[in-house]
């Protein structure tokens, strides 16, 4: 007569088993630089999830060369290195799409670049760009992003939007995609067998799961956690010649709580 209850008890404790049970893309893998989450599938955006999201293009071709960020109606946020060694009559913005379609095209009227860039080490790679006319603000598809006060932590889980940031595919640079990261500490984040540049105070470095990161159409993107944004996609780390992206290799960022100062003073 008790059997009937042994049964269900039973059965209890082993739907509580999968309950409780860890998803498999909870799992690590080992890296020289410590441990990462394993390959997950990248997330696609749509329609428009990420209104501050800029296309910096060479025209007339309509290239995507870099990226940049919303911060006003006359101020684009990017790294001095997206927009280095270009007249502005040479680039256009096309805001207000993650995947170029009905995209609104600007002018630029001029750079406000950090006095101190380093094109070599990438220090204080950081500049603004202003367009002809004013940005047209418009609710859910073209907006400002939030830039944050202080610095994420260590072991944190941050993400990139990226236009092309497949390694097999590093020539898809007009569908917006997320990719999950993590802040490593900078003490480690680029020995000198795999980069000569040190990454110092004013710079933040990301590890990202092998064969997703950002290319060289990245350069200027956002670094995101919680909603706001922390840094700049500045360079990513190589070995020898091995100058693909998505290496498996840490992303130096520039810090944007760094420059916060030099932000506000360059605004228009």
Same mark, same amino acid.
């Given at each position: 007569?008790?059997?009937?209850?042994?049964?269900?008890?039973?059965?209890?404790?082993?739907?509580?088993?999968?309950?409780?049970?860890?998803?498999?893309? $909870?799992?690590?893998?080992?890296?020289?630089?410590?441990?990462?989450?394993?390959?997950? &599938?990248?997330?696609?955006?749509? &329609?428009? &999830?990420?209104?501050?999201?800029?296309?910096?293009?060479?025209?007339? +071709?309509?290239?995507?060369?870099?990226?940049?960020?919303?911060?006003?109606?006359?101020?684009?946020?990017?790294?001095?290195?997206?927009?280095?060694?270009?007249?502005?009559?040479?680039?256009?913005?096309?805001?207000?799409? +993650? $995947?170029?379609?009905?995209?609104?095209?600007?002018?630029?009227?001029?750079?406000?670049?950090?006095?101190?860039?380093?094109?070599?080490?990438?220090?204080?790679?950081?500049?603004?760009?202003?367009?002809?006319?004013?940005?047209?603000?418009? &609710?859910?598809?073209?907006?400002?992003?939030?830039?944050?006060?202080?610095?994420?932590?260590?072991?944190?889980?941050?993400?990139?939007?990226?236009?092309?940031?497949?390694?097999?595919?590093?020539?898809?640079?007009?569908?917006?995609?997320?990719?999950?990261?993590?802040?490593?500490?900078?003490? $480690?984040?680029?020995?000198?067998?795999?980069?000569?540049?040190?990454?110092?105070?004013?710079?933040?470095?990301?590890?990202?799961?092998?064969?997703?990161?950002?290319?060289?159409?990245?350069?200027?993107?956002?670094?995101?956690?919680?909603?706001?944004?922390?840094?700049?996609?500045?360079?990513?780390?190589?070995?020898?010649?091995?100058?693909?992206?998505? +290496?498996?290799?840490?992303?130096?960022?520039?810090?944007?709580?760094?420059?916060?100062?030099?932000?506000?003073? $360059?605004?228009?």
């Amino acid at each position: 007569m008790f059997e009937p209850c042994r049964l269900l008890f039973l059965f209890s404790i082993f739907v509580i088993s999968l309950t409780n049970a860890k998803p498999e893309h $909870n799992m690590t893998s080992h890296s020289a630089f410590g441990h990462y989450p394993m390959r997950r &599938p990248v997330e696609y955006s749509s &329609p428009h &999830p990420y209104p501050f999201m800029v296309s910096v293009r060479l025209w007339p +071709n309509d290239e995507n060369v870099c990226t940049g960020t919303i911060i006003g109606p006359s101020s684009i946020l990017t790294a001095a290195s997206c927009i280095f060694g270009w007249f502005e009559k040479e680039l256009r913005l096309k805001v207000g799409s +993650n $995947n170029g379609d009905q995209a609104t095209i600007y002018e630029i009227g001029s750079y406000a670049v950090h006095p101190d860039f380093d094109h070599k080490t990438h220090v204080n790679d950081i500049a603004l760009i202003h367009p002809k006319q004013p940005i047209k603000m418009i &609710p859910n598809k073209v907006s400002p992003v939030f830039l944050a006060a202080t610095e994420p932590s260590v072991g944190s889980h941050s993400y990139l939007l990226t236009w092309s940031s497949k390694r097999a595919d590093p020539h898809s640079k007009d569908e917006l995609k997320r990719i999950t990261t993590t802040i490593k500490d900078r003490e $480690n984040c680029d020995p000198d067998m795999y980069d000569p540049f040190t990454v110092d105070s004013r710079q933040l470095c990301t590890l990202n799961v092998p064969e997703e990161g950002a290319c060289n159409s990245d350069f200027g993107g956002p670094l995101m956690t919680d909603g706001k944004q922390v840094g700049i996609v500045s360079y990513f780390l190589t070995v020898g010649y091995d100058m693909e992206c998505g +290496n498996g290799l840490p992303i130096v960022h520039t810090s944007v709580v760094k420059y916060r100062q030099w932000i506000a003073s $360059n605004l228009k």
